[in-house]
């Protein structure tokens, strides 16, 4: 899989937009990206996945530039519920399907 | 909605001893997995499992691990004899067959003294 590089931390004030982005120039066709969130120690939580379109869902934007080498989320209405630390990850789809973690972006979302 | 479940929240347990982490997926999943996260730490995959026979594993996964389902409901990860460097959260995650994102449950901390 891809590897993917992530900023270590960003701030966002409540209310406002957070843009969350992600490098993964070595991103082959069959290459998905996805976005998982971690709140303080609880399990992963899925957030969104694309292929090469834009995708958006009740969660977040996903915006994948044209050559795939890069994307962002999107958090249109940050709230503090959304502190979290973000991951960014590039994989194939397969019947094994393992997610390989990154460090991250932590997110905080101040008031 | 439905969601990934596991027992017990909080294990503490002596080195050497067994410990079994159990796991309820979502009912209609297939797929299945373990990770851990040692504190501080990036979450790291174990193993993953379908149609009862483990799928891949990690280097971490050595013979100390093993995983099982012994019905139709519950997957189970067991460390034969704990060592210290076994403490971690232990995350269970399931998915479907047509969507590839994995459910998460809320993790076992374990602790070995």
């Known amino acids: 899989d891809a590897k993917t590089t992530q900023p270590t931390s960003m701030d966002c004030a409540e209310g406002r937009a957070a843009n969350l982005p992600c490098n993964h120039s070595t991103i082959s066709g069959n290459e998905y990206v996805y976005w998982y969130r971690q709140i303080h120690s609880q399990g992963p939580q899925y957030i969104i996945h694309?292929?090469?379109n834009n995708e958006t869902n009740e969660m977040a934007s996903l915006i994948i530039t044209e050559d795939r080498k890069s994307s962002t989320l999107i958090l249109p209405h940050a709230t503090l519920r959304d502190t979290a630390v973000y991951y960014c990850i590039v994989r194939v789809v397969s019947n094994t399907g393992k997610l390989i973690f990154g460090q991250g972006t932590t997110l905080q979302v101040k008031p | 909605e439905p969601e990934v479940t596991q027992t017990p929240s909080h294990q503490v347990t002596q080195m050497g001893q067994e410990v079994i982490l159990r796991c309820v997926p979502i009912?209609?999943?297939?797929?299945f997995y373990w990770y851990r996260q040692i504190l501080g730490q990036k979450v790291e995959f174990l193993v993953s499992?379908?149609?009862?026979?483990?799928?891949?594993k990690s280097e971490i996964f050595d013979d100390q691990f093993s995983v099982e389902r012994p019905d139709g409901s519950n997957f189970t990860l067991k460390i034969r004899s704990t060592k210290l460097e076994d403490s971690a959260m232990y995350f269970c995650?399931?998915?479907?067959?047509?969507?590839?994102?994995?459910?998460f449950g809320p993790g076992t901390r374990l602790t070995v003294t």
């Open positions: 694309g292929l090469k």
């Open positions: 995650a399931s998915r479907g067959q047509v969507n590839y994102e994995q459910y």
């Open positions: 499992f379908y149609n009862n026979e483990i799928s891949e």
């Open positions: 009912s209609n999943h297939l797929y």
